[in-house]
Each structure stands twice: as structure tokens, then as C-alpha cells.
């Protein structure tokens, strides 16, 4: 058991008590201030230290729970246990990611889950939140239960998220049936965290049915997206050389869906016009034989026959890939090709966490820097203590 697990119900025993008698304070209390007598900790301006330590405690349940427990939890999809799970699941502190690694190990293998995983991609402000919301709307009155995992840019400075995809999801971010969890891309690129398939199988676990991933659609984020995605549903706004990108970038490679956003008001016209050249393009010479595998879709967030054609499309497909027996197979090639690409990540991250490699890291920068260690010679001197001492 880790230190934390240990010293865990002590903190809250203590926190406890001492709360229990502020709350008692305050309420027997008429006029809170004129208590001037109240020891530093019951003092009215505590109040949001208190709130802070609720918030810490409530973090802190987790840790009360063996994995057997918190697997049941999971199970039962307990939302409040969920965000916490998923929570730990993207903590880069190593007795986190052993705990999630562990009740991971509960979990039957990914390839096996009956969940269709969706990967929605684009560039920014081409409206993917905002389809997500309709879509996963659609998906409720459907009879599924949508989890939605939003990549956001990682802001450069805090490294964390800017937590706008959800406002951008109103009513989804009201259902019960919904999860939505946006987090930050933790790497310059924009792309998928490495933490979003963990948490990909914890919602898979809780019942989630649908899981959508959204990517900033920028960088590596496409690539990566195809190697955890049953389908890839890439957007293209009208008007934006979005199409001729798309085609540039080879998308109709690894996309499924081409959906041409914005069918309304005044962009209708530049969105028909989008679509007609898309149309042809992938009904021609080279690109004829993707015309099967590639469905091109209009979409508006205020037409929603066009909503429910988009869902159509993702259910077929996802029936195509379950009745010809070719699903988890696939799942299985995807996972071995992102074993392949992601081992220098979880290397990497492995190496971080132990003071010893970051002293020995710094010392040998600081001789590049002053000129006494040569480039090649450091990276022979990092690579022999690595092998000799982690
Ligand atoms: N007219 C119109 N605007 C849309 C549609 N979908 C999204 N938008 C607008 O496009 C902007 C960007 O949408 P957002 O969903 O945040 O795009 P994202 O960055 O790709 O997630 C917002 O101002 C939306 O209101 C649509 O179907 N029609
Ligand atoms: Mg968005």
C-alpha cells in the first residue's frame, strides 16, 4: 500500500472531526463575525479553505476503496467514482498509474469491448463540439449511453485544459445517459493524450456504448486518432479549403466518414459546393476504389434529419465491421501499432518519475551547456546510466 493510501483515513478522520465542529459553530452562530474569539481555523474567512479540504477529501475517497471495490463501482457506473477514476487514469504520478494500470488488468481485454468508438476530427472551429452534442442526443434516443472524451489544445502555459469543448455541448452536457470529460492534449501537437485510451476502456467498462473522441484536428492528431477509433469521422467546413486540405492530407486514407459541416443559413450554398467537388474528386481516377469504404455526408446542428442520416452512417458501419467478424481483429492490429508507436512515451514517462535519471539528466545538460561534454558524448553517458542504474 502506498504512503498516501495509508495516511489517507487518518487525514480525513482528523479533517472530519474538525469540520463537523466548525459546521456546529457556524450554525449555532447568530452573528458570525462579532465571534472574534473563534480560534484561526473557525474564522468565517476559512470558509473556502474548508471548501478546498471537502474538495480534497472527496478526491481522496478513492484511495479508501481497494480495486476490488472501486471495479464494482465502475461496474455499476457510479458517475462520481467515474470522473475520479478517469481523473487518476490521466495523473502522471507513478503510484496513480500503477493504481489504474492495476484495475485495468480487472477489465476483459480491450479488443473485446461491444462499444463503437468514434473519433470525430477537423480542423478547429470546424464544428465537431457542436455535432457531438446533436450526435450524442441522437445516440440517447437511440437507446445508447454516449461517453464523449474531448481533446483539448493543452494551453502552452499551465499545460492544462481549456475546458471550452464542453460549454460548446449544452444539452449533451445535461442528459444522464451522457459522460463527457474534456482533457488537455499534453503534447505540442494537439494530439490524442496518452492517457485517452485508459480512460477510453474505463468508460467501455461503466456502460458507456458510444464512445466519441474528439482531436483539435491539428498535428498528429488524425494518425493518432485511427489507432484507438473503430471509425474516423473527419469534418470539412465549406468555404475553408478544408476539402482540397483534406485531400492534400491523404485523410480519405484512414477517415470513414467525410461530413461537410455548416448545411444552413448562409455558408448552404458554399457547403453544397464543398460537397459536390469532394464528391467528385473521390469518384474519380485513384481515389474510386476508396468510394466504398468512404461515406461523404452533409451535416447542419439545426437540421436534425441530417444528424440522424450522420448516426445511420456510424451505425452501419459499425454493424458492417461486427457481422463480418472484422472488428476485433482490426482492434487487435490497432492495438499492436500503437504498442509499437507509444513504447518511447511509456518509457519515457517511466524514466521521469525517478529523481535520480532527472539529477543525471540536468548534470549532463549543464556540461553541454558549458561546453564540456560534447552532444554525442552525453547521450552515450545518458544511455550507459540508464541501463546501469533504472
Ligand atoms: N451555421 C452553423 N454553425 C455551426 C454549426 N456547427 C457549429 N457551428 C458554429 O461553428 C463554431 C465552432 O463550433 P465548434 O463546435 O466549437 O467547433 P470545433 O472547434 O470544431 O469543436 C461555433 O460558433 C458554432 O456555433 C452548424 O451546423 N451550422
Ligand atoms: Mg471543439
Known amino acids: 500500500m502506498s504512503q498516501r493510501a495509508k495516511l489517507t483515513p487518518l487525514i480525513i478522520k482528523w479533517f472530519s472531526i474538525r469540520r463537523i465542529q466548525f459546521a456546529v459553530t457556524l450554525l449555532n452562530s447568530p452573528d458570525l463575525d462579532s465571534h472574534v474569539d473563534f480560534p484561526w481555523y473557525l474564522k468565517i474567512k476559512d470558509i473556502c479553505g474548508c471548501i478546498l479540504l471537502f474538495y480534497i477529501l472527496y478526491l481522496f ?45 480487472l477489465l476483459p481485454p480491450a479488443a473485446r469491448s461491444g462499444a463503437c468508438r468514434i473519433g470525430i476530427t477537423g480542423s478547429p472551429g470546424v464544428g465537431k463540439s457542436s455535432l457531438i452534442d446533436r450526435l450524442g442526443l441522437e445516440f440517447i434516443a437511440r437507446g445508447h449511453r454516449p461517453a464523449v472524451l474531448t481533446i483539448d489544445p493543452s494551453s502552452a502555459i499551465t499545460g492544462g485544459s481549456i475546458l471550452g469543448d464542453k460549454a460548446r455541448m449544452p444539452e449533451l452536457s445535461k442528459a444522464k445517459e451522457a459522460f463527457i470529460r474534456p482533457s488537455p492534449s499534453l503534447s505540442e501537437l494537439g494530439g490524442v493524450n496518452p492517457y485517452t485510451r485508459r480512460s477510453m476502456r474505463l468508460l467501455e467498462a461503466a456502460s458507456y456504448d458510444r464512445v466519441i473522441i474528439e482531436t483539435v484536428g491539428i498535428g498528429q492528431s488524425e494518425t493518432d486518432i485511427s489507432d484507438l477509433a473503430d471509425m474516423v469521422v473527419y469534418l470539412v467546413q465549406p468555404a475553408s479549403g478544408d476539402d482540397l486540405q483534406a485531400i492534400k492530407k491523404g485523410i480519405l486514407e484512414y477517415a470513414d466518414i467525410l461530413v461537410v459541416t455548416k448545411w444552413d443559413g448562409p455558408l448552404e450554398a458554399r457547403a453544397e459546393e464543398c460537397f459536390r467537388d469532394l464528391s467528385l474528386v473521390m469518384h474519380s481516377g485513384s481515389l474510386a476504389m476508396a468510394e466504398d469504404a468512404v461515406s461523404l455526408v452533409r451535416a447542419s446542428v439545426y437540421k436534425p434529419e441530417t444528424i440522424a442520416l450522420l448516426a445511420d452512417h456510424i451505425e452501419n458501419k459499425f454493424n458492417v465491421l461486427v457481422n463480418e467478424n472484422k472488428l476485433f481483429p482490426a482492434r487487435l492490429a490497432r492495438e499492436s501499432h500503437y504498442f509499437r508507436n507509444h513504447w518511447p512515451q511509456e518509457l519515457k514517462a517511466l524514466l521521469q518519475s525517478k529523481p535520480e535519471f532527472g539529477i543525471e539528466l540536468e548534470s549532463l545538460a549543464n556540461a553541454v551547456q558549458n561546453g564540456s561534454l560534447s552532444i554525442e558524448k552525453a547521450f552515450q553517458k545518458l544511455i550507459q546510466f540508464i541501463f546501469a542504474r533504472c
Not at 95 to 102: A, K, L, P, V
Request: avoid cysteine.
Open 61 to 105: 475517497q478513492l484511495y479508501n476503496y481497494t480495486n476490488n471495490e472501486l471495479f464494482i463501482k465502475l461496474l455499476n457506473g457510479e458517475r462520481a467514482i467515474l470522473s475520479q477514476i478517469v481523473t487518476l487514469a490521466e495523473s502522471r504520478l507513478p503510484e496513480d498509474q500503477q493504481r489504474i494500470n492495476e484495475l485495468l488488468a
